[in-house]
Structures are given as structure tokens and as C-alpha cells.
């Protein structure tokens, strides 16, 4: 038989879009476990989103490869998925009459369809713990014992109506938006009341020995096996590292103990013991012992804190009366007067009145000095040629625009680099190339400003070909002159320095 004809589908899972019972579209994939796999789906009839399980025990069936939907066990596992069907009636009908728990995910609907079973619950928006508090990190002090009684509680409830989660975990615990933490995925559960052995489903770590033995159905399923869960996870949000069978206690970790009550941790402790009949039996019994943490006082720290409550209330607390009735007594004794009497002055010092006459108080706002008058001297011959303007003149003013001065040009300022608008101009050096005095017909000529290279050369001065890095700086520091100095040599202007290539000849010495 070809790999075509072949009756097994090479895919496990529904396909995206699939269109369960006529009433929820599979949008896509969550997970896959050993007891079957997780859908995120959407109601049709309601268009709420919704979470599906799907029935598919791993290694005990396979998807038809014609429709790529209906499932069949494997003709050796026939006996093994008929009994997981039956089990899964009881446990789908258990589901749904479960009365509502905050702390509980709801279970919508369970049907048949493709052969095998399906359960919808309600999606729970929120982080799980594995996201929320991830490796190597821990959970507050405050926060674990809220934790550990919600979590009692919501695992009390399920076992007062007979279902048994048994995959109890970080990754099933969503903590909401609001920090409610809710307990998910269902699809382990089963019913304590069975008949059969309970299967080799669970987590390593946070499954008790009992449940992952290698011989088989040889266990039936125990409450306390959701109480090892829940240890082990409080263990991981301790100490930030995944939980392992004979790991050291809790107790007798020092840097734990630091951070955590010693009575909590033990009974962390005792909900991990690897021997069933050695932890708690029942969430009840847990939380009156989580209840009663903290309340159980040694005898002798109990006298010896009587004996300091009393020493104080005997001894202390007279010293601070005498203390606050001297404070009092200093305090009136320094009290500072805001009034100074000029009469008692008067009747203690033996002065004469003159001498305290600054002592008046002074008005609250200062008089207003005199108005000097002004004098007007008298004009002079000059100056009574210029008529004197008046008051009245001053009221109805004729605004005569100034005379016009012929303007003369005013020569700005160069451009400055340095970040200030005006720099006093400094008069360059002009700079003349060395011509021969018995000539006096030839002219001057301009000094070439494009490139380097083209400038003219004499025999006897002493050049730097420029290299890969060269900088007018670094050339100038390597021959002992000064920058201005170097571009005086080559007539070189602030644009022509950026222009410096590698091969261009520069006149470091005349």
C-alpha cells in the first residue's frame, strides 16, 4: 500500500475553519497533550470565543485520511478508547452540572461528533502562571498565601462534587486581568468515583509518583493527588525552579525561609510528601493548617514579650511624661513676644529718651520724597536763538521725519564658524610670493585656489605627500608648525582644507 492509500491522516488535528457540530468554527490550535487536544474556537449562534477539547488519546487513535475529520483506534487499542469514551459521558456530564466557582473555568456544552467526544468551556482572558512569574523568579510574600487559599478552595469544590483534576499547573492557572486566578483545562479530569484505574496522565514534577508509575492502570484516582499539584506549584513560584521528586524541603532552604512564613513553607512541605498517606488528605484539613500558620507562638516568646510590654508601661513611660512636661516647661520659658513695650523699657534701663527715639515704629509706607522744582537758568545769547517749547506743544506733537543723512557703506563682517554672530575682523597677513626685485615690470599674479597638487612648487622647500588618515592637524602636529601656518605655506583657504585627498604634496617648510 502506497503512502497515498494509506488510512491514517498525516495530520492530527482539525484544520482551521472547520466547522464543529454546525455550531463552532475551529480557529486554531492551543495545544496537544496525551489525552487528547485543545481547540480555540468561536460560538457561532453567540460569536463569544470559546475553548474546545477534543477527545484523542495519543498512540491510541488516528485521524481517517479521506475526510481528514472522523477518528479511529488503532485495531490493538479498540478496548482502551471504548472505555475512554464511556468514561468521558460520566465525566462530560459531571462537567456541566457543576455548580458555578469563581476560581473554577465554566463548562459550556459537551457533544459527540467525528467519533469521538468534545467539551466546550468558556475562554478565560488573563496570563498564566508560567508566563506571569517565568524561571528564576518568585511570587511576593504577600501574594502566596491569598494565592494558596483561593486555589484550596476552588480544588475543595471540585472535589465535594467528585471530579479530580489531576494536571494541576502553572500553565492551567490564568490569572485575570482583575488578579483572580482561575483553574483551566479540564481535560484530564476524572470522576473519583470510577471504577477504573486511572490512566498515566499528568505533568512530571507536579504529578504525584503514583500517577506517572510505569507499571499501568495500578492507582486509582485520590483527591490528594490535585494537593501534590498544587505544592509543586507553589514550590516553583517559591523558589523559580521546576519542581523534582526528593528535592530539598522547603524549611531547610535559608534563603527561602528569609523570604516566606516558616509555618507556610511547611505546609507546602507536607502536600509533596512522596508517600500518599503521609500529606493532606483533604483541602479542608490543608487550609485549617494554613489558617492556624503564624497563630502557634513558642511559650517562652510569648513570657518574654509580656515581660517587655509590661517593663515599658512601668518604666518608659514615666520618663517620656517628666520628658514632655520639661518640653512644655522650656517651651513657655522661650516663647518669643512679637510686641516690644517702649514704657517697660523704660522702667528697666536707666536711659535718656533721646536715645530710644528710633525705637518708634515706623509708618507702614514711606512717605513720598519732595518734589524738588526744577530752576531754569537763564538763556544765554546762543541759546536764546532756540525757541523753548512749551506744554502746549506737547499735546498735539507733528511727528517731522528726520533729515536724510547720505549713508555711507558700511562694510559688514565676515561669516563666523565659532557660534557667534559678530567676530571682530582681524586683518590677514598678505602674503606675496617671493619675486625677484630686478624685475619691477612683472605683476603680481593671484595664488592658484583648485587643488593642491597644481600650486606652484619651488626647488628648495620641503613637502608631505598626504596619506590614508591624514588630517591639516595631524600634519601640522608631525612637523612642529601651527595649522594657520601650514595653510599660509600652501595658500590654502578654510574650503581648500576639506578638499585634501591622499597623493596631494603640501609645503610643510620653506
Given at each position: 500500500?502506497?503512502p497515498?492509500?494509506?488510512?491514517?491522516?498525516p495530520?492530527?488535528?482539525?484544520?482551521?475553519?472547520?466547522?464543529l457540530?454546525?455550531?463552532?468554527?475551529?480557529?486554531?490550535?492551543?495545544?496537544?497533550?496525551?489525552?487528547?487536544?485543545?481547540?480555540k474556537?468561536?460560538?457561532?449562534a453567540?460569536?463569544?470565543?470559546?475553548?474546545i477539547k477534543e477527545?484523542?488519546?495519543?498512540?491510541c487513535?488516528?485521524r481517517?485520511?479521506?475526510?481528514?475529520?472522523?477518528?479511529?483506534?488503532?485495531?490493538?487499542?479498540?478496548?482502551?478508547?471504548?472505555?475512554?469514551?464511556?468514561?468521558f459521558?460520566?465525566?462530560?456530564?459531571t462537567?456541566?452540572?457543576?455548580p458555578?466557582?469563581?476560581n473554577?473555568v465554566?463548562?459550556?456544552?459537551?457533544?459527540?461528533a467525528?467519533?469521538?467526544?468534545?467539551?466546550?468551556m468558556k475562554q478565560v482572558?488573563?496570563?498564566?502562571?508560567h508566563?506571569?512569574?517565568?524561571?528564576?523568579?518568585?511570587?511576593?510574600?504577600?501574594?502566596?498565601q491569598?494565592?494558596m487559599?483561593?486555589?484550596?478552595?476552588?480544588?475543595?469544590?471540585?472535589?465535594?462534587?467528585?471530579?479530580?483534576?489531576?494536571?494541576?499547573k502553572?500553565?492551567n492557572?490564568?490569572i485575570?486581568p482583575e488578579?483572580?486566578?482561575?483553574?483551566?483545562?479540564?481535560?484530564?479530569?476524572r470522576?473519583?468515583?470510577?471504577?477504573?484505574?486511572?490512566?498515566?496522565?499528568?505533568?512530571?514534577?507536579?504529578a504525584?509518583?503514583?500517577?506517572?508509575?510505569?507499571?499501568g492502570?495500578?492507582?486509582?484516582?485520590?483527591?490528594?493527588?490535585?494537593l501534590?499539584?498544587?505544592?509543586?506549584?507553589?514550590?516553583?513560584?517559591?523558589?523559580?525552579?521546576?519542581p523534582?521528586?526528593?528535592?530539598?524541603?522547603?524549611?531547610e532552604?535559608k534563603?527561602?525561609?528569609?523570604?516566606?512564613?516558616?509555618?507556610?513553607l511547611?505546609?507546602?512541605?507536607?502536600?509533596?510528601?512522596?508517600d500518599?498517606?503521609?500529606?493532606?488528605?483533604s483541602?479542608?484539613?490543608?487550609?485549617?493548617?494554613?489558617?492556624?500558620?503564624?497563630?502557634?507562638?513558642?511559650?517562652?516568646v510569648?513570657?518574654l514579650s509580656?515581660?517587655?510590654?509590661?517593663?515599658?508601661?512601668?518604666f518608659?513611660?514615666?520618663?517620656?511624661?517628666?520628658?514632655?512636661?520639661?518640653?512644655?516647661?522650656?517651651?513657655?520659658?522661650?516663647?518669643?513676644?512679637?510686641?516690644i513695650?517702649?514704657?517697660?523699657?523704660?522702667?528697666?534701663?536707666?536711659i535718656?529718651p533721646?536715645?530710644?527715639?528710633?525705637?518708634?515704629?515706623k509708618?507702614?509706607?514711606?512717605?513720598?520724597?519732595?518734589v524738588?522744582?526744577p530752576?531754569?537758568?537763564?538763556?544765554?545769547?546762543?541759546?536764546?536763538?532756540?525757541?523753548?517749547?512749551?506744554?502746549?506743544?506737547?499735546?498735539?506733537p507733528?511727528?517731522?521725519?528726520?533729515?536724510?543723512?547720505?549713508?555711507?557703506p558700511?562694510e559688514?563682517?565676515?561669516p563666523?564658524?565659532?557660534?557667534?554672530?559678530?567676530?571682530?575682523?582681524?586683518?590677514r597677513?598678505?602674503?606675496?610670493?617671493?619675486?625677484?626685485?630686478?624685475?619691477?615690470?612683472?605683476?603680481?599674479?593671484?595664488?592658484?585656489?583648485?587643488?593642491?597638487?597644481e600650486?606652484?612648487?619651488?626647488?628648495?622647500?620641503?613637502?608631505?605627500t598626504?596619506?590614508?588618515?591624514?588630517?591639516?592637524?595631524?600634519?601640522?602636529r608631525?612637523h612642529?608648525?601651527?595649522?594657520?601656518r601650514?595653510m599660509?605655506l600652501?595658500?590654502?583657504?578654510?574650503?581648500?582644507?576639506?578638499?585634501?585627498?591622499?597623493?596631494?604634496k603640501?609645503?610643510?617648510?620653506?
Open positions: 500500500m502506497s497515498s492509500d494509506s488510512p491514517i491522516s495530520a492530527t488535528s482539525l484544520k482551521e475553519g472547520y466547522i457540530n454546525k455550531s463552532y468554527v475551529i480557529e486554531r490550535k492551543i495545544g496537544i497533550g496525551g489525552f487528547g487536544i485543545t481547540y474556537a468561536r460560538e457561532i453567540s460569536d463569544r470565543p470559546v475553548v477527545n484523542f488519546p495519543a498512540g487513535v488516528y481517517d485520511s479521506t475526510d481528514g475529520e472522523t477518528v479511529h483506534p488503532y485495531p490493538d487499542k479498540v478496548e482502551l478508547f471504548d472505555w475512554s469514551m464511556e468514561n459521558k460520566k465525566e462530560a456530564s462537567l456541566i452540572n457543576l458555578y466557582h469563581p473554577v465554566r463548562v459550556l456544552a459537551a457533544f459527540y467525528n467519533n469521538t467526544g468534545y467539551i466546550v482572558k488573563g496570563t498564566n502562571l508566563k506571569l512569574y517565568p524561571e528564576h523568579s518568585n511570587i511576593p510574600r504577600k501574594s502566596l491569598s494565592f487559599t483561593t486555589m484550596l478552595g476552588a480544588i475543595s469544590h471540585l472535589h465535594e462534587h467528585g471530579v479530580i483534576h489531576r494536571d494541576i502553572p500553565e492557572i490564568i485575570t488578579g483572580t486566578p482561575v483553574l483551566i483545562d479540564f481535560g484530564a479530569a470522576i473519583s468515583t470510577t471504577n477504573r484505574r486511572a490512566t498515566q496522565i499528568g505533568t512530571f514534577g507536579y504525584p509518583p503514583e500517577q506517572i508509575a510505569k507499571t492502570y495500578n492507582e486509582y484516582p485520590q483527591p490528594n493527588i490535585d501534590y499539584a498544587l505544592g509543586a506549584t507553589c514550590y516553583r513560584l517559591i523558589t523559580g525552579r521546576e523534582i521528586y526528593n528535592a530539598d524541603l522547603l524549611t532552604n534563603m527561602v525561609r528569609r523570604l516566606y512564613s516558616r509555618s507556610v511547611a505546609t507546602i512541605d507536607k502536600a509533596r510528601d512522596p500518599s498517606l503521609k500529606r493532606w488528605q483541602a479542608a484539613e490543608w487550609q485549617a493548617e494554613l489558617n492556624n500558620a503564624g497563630k502557634n507562638v513558642n511559650p517562652v510569648s513570657i509580656m515581660i517587655l510590654t509590661f517593663s515599658f508601661f512601668l518608659i513611660t514615666p520618663i517620656l511624661d517628666k520628658c514632655e512636661k520639661r518640653k512644655d516647661f522650656d517651651s513657655e520659658q522661650h516663647q518669643a513676644s512679637s510686641h513695650d517702649i514704657e517697660d523699657i523704660k522702667q528697666h534701663i536707666k535718656s533721646d536715645m530710644i527715639k528710633d525705637l518708634k515704629p509708618p507702614t509706607t514711606d512717605p513720598k520724597p519732595p524738588e522744582t530752576v531754569v537758568a537763564e538763556p544765554t545769547e546762543i541759546d536764546a536763538a532756540v525757541p523753548v517749547p512749551d506744554e502746549s506743544d506737547f499735546e498735539n507733528v511727528l517731522v521725519p528726520p533729515e536724510t543723512v547720505p549713508s555711507t558700511v559688514m563682517p565676515e563666523s564658524y565659532t557660534g557667534y554672530d559678530i567676530v571682530p575682523t582681524v586683518p597677513p598678505e602674503i606675496r610670493p617671493n619675486l625677484d626685485e630686478s624685475q619691477p615690470g612683472e605683476t603680481l599674479k593671484e595664488p592658484p585656489t583648485l587643488p593642491v597638487t600650486l606652484l612648487l619651488k626647488e628648495d622647500s620641503k613637502f608631505y598626504v596619506k590614508r588618515g591624514d588630517s591639516l592637524s595631524r600634519i601640522a608631525k612642529k608648525i601651527p595649522v594657520l601650514l599660509q600652501n595658500n590654502m583657504t578654510n574650503r581648500q582644507v576639506s578638499k585634501i585627498k591622499v597623493g596631494d603640501l609645503r610643510v617648510a620653506e
